[in-house]
């Protein structure tokens, strides 16, 4: 039985877990929490469908208040002080958490124009920029990512979703997925399914 695609959030990868992808139908774009054993790398967005109300605020059944408080007041200051490459980064954290992936995207771009970043950074933007419905472009910003870091985890794992389920293009998805192997072969999906599995089915299928 096929499985639910999903990408996960910002920086969050972990070396045992990884999202569970599979050969069905991929429905929305969902984030999810992954941790390197019992420690979660980072904090960010549970599993949410990407939704936003008529007046802009995530519509994913989630209280975002201190986090819409926060935007706002980081808008203020980097209309002050557009050079913050820091405040950027940060919009566009803010941004991706409540669901807001063409204004993440602007956040995130100002931050790069800026100077160099991290390969967490590239990767978020891909994350969003596949959020956006444009896959080719988060293909191509996963690679910025790999270039950094060509064993990073979360932009490998992202980098393959979209090239099974958005591209259609399986050997390509598969391959990506055995580089995260060469990083990290104990890979599991959340239900205990190693990831070499995984890429066996989508093998014979």
């Keep these: 039985m096929a499985e639910t695609a999903r990408t996960f959030s910002k920086g969050e990868f972990i070396g045992g877990i990884v999202a569970a992808l599979a050969v069905g139908f991929f429905v929305g774009s969902m984030f999810m929490e992954l941790r390197l054993g019992s420690q979660p790398v980072a904090q960010g967005s549970g599993a949410a469908q990407v939704a936003q109300s008529p007046a802009g605020a995530p519509a994913d059944g989630q209280d975002h208040a201190e986090e819409l408080a926060r935007i706002g007041e980081l808008e203020i200051a980097l209309a002050g002080k557009p050079g913050d490459q820091g405040g950027w980064v940060e919009l566009g954290n803010l941004y991706f958490d409540t669901h807001q992936a063409r204004k993440s995207i602007r956040a995130y771009e100002k931050a790069i124009a800026l100077g160099p970043v991290s390969a967490d950074v590239w990767t978020d933007l891909g994350i969003m920029h596949r959020e956006a419905g444009e896959p080719q472009l988060a293909v191509e910003t996963f690679d910025a990512a790999l270039k950094l870091d060509p064993r990073h985890q979360n932009a490998l794992y ?6 099974l389920h958005d591209l259609k293009d399986r050997a390509a998805g598969i391959a990506t997925w055995e580089r995260l192997l060469q990083a990290n072969p104990q890979a599991r999906n959340p239900e205990g399914r190693s990831l ?5 089915e989508l093998k014979k299928g």
């Design 158 to 163: 992202n980098k393959g979703v979209v090239q």
């Design 196 to 200: 070499q599995g995984i890429i066996e």
